[in-house]
C-alpha cells in the first residue's frame, strides 16, 4: 500500500516563515500531481499550490508571492515553503499525492491523503 505523510507544522508568529515536508512511500511507479491543501475551522478544503510531475506550480491567489511550492522526484516528496504568514493563513494542512502504484503487473491510481498537519499562525 502506499502511504503520504506530512510534517512541519507548528506556531509561528504573523511575518514568520515554516517549511512543510511532505514524503510518499509504498509500491510507486510513478507520481503525478501532488499539491498542499488546507482547511481551516468553519471553512472547506481549499487547494493552496500543486506542482505537476515535471515541476509546473500552480497556487491559491491567496498565497501566490508568500508560498513556494516545489518537489524532488528522486525522493517522492513535496515542500511548501510558506513565508511572510497572516493569521488567516492558520489552518489544518493536508499533503495529497496522485500515485500510480504498481503490483505484479498491475498499476492503479490512488488518490493519496496524508493526515494533516496543524499550522497556526499568531502573535
Known amino acids: 500500500q502506499v502511504q503520504v505523510v506530512e510534517s512541519g507544522g507548528g506556531l509561528v508568529q504573523p511575518g514568520g516563515s515554516l517549511r512543510l515536508s511532505c514524503s510518499a512511500s509504498?509500491?510507486?511507479?510513478?507520481?503525478?500531481?501532488m499539491g498542499w491543501y488546507r482547511q481551516a475551522p468553519g471553512k472547506q478544503r481549499e487547494m493552496v499550490a500543486v506542482i505537476s510531475a515535471l515541476g509546473s506550480p500552480n497556487y491559491a491567489t491567496s498565497v501566490k508571492g508568500r508560498f513556494t511550492v516545489s518537489r524532488d522526484n528522486a525522493k517522492n516528496s513535496t515542500y511548501l515553503q510558506m513565508d511572510s504568514l497572516k493569521p488567516e493563513d492558520t489552518a489544518v494542512y493536508y499533503c495529497h499525492a496522485d500515485i500510480y502504484e504498481m503490483t505484479g503487473g498491475t498499476i492503479r491510481l490512488i488518490s493519496s491523503w496524508g493526515q494533516g498537519t496543524q499550522v497556526f499562525v499568531s502573535s
Open positions: 509504498g509500491s510507486i511507479f510513478v507520481i503525478n500531481n
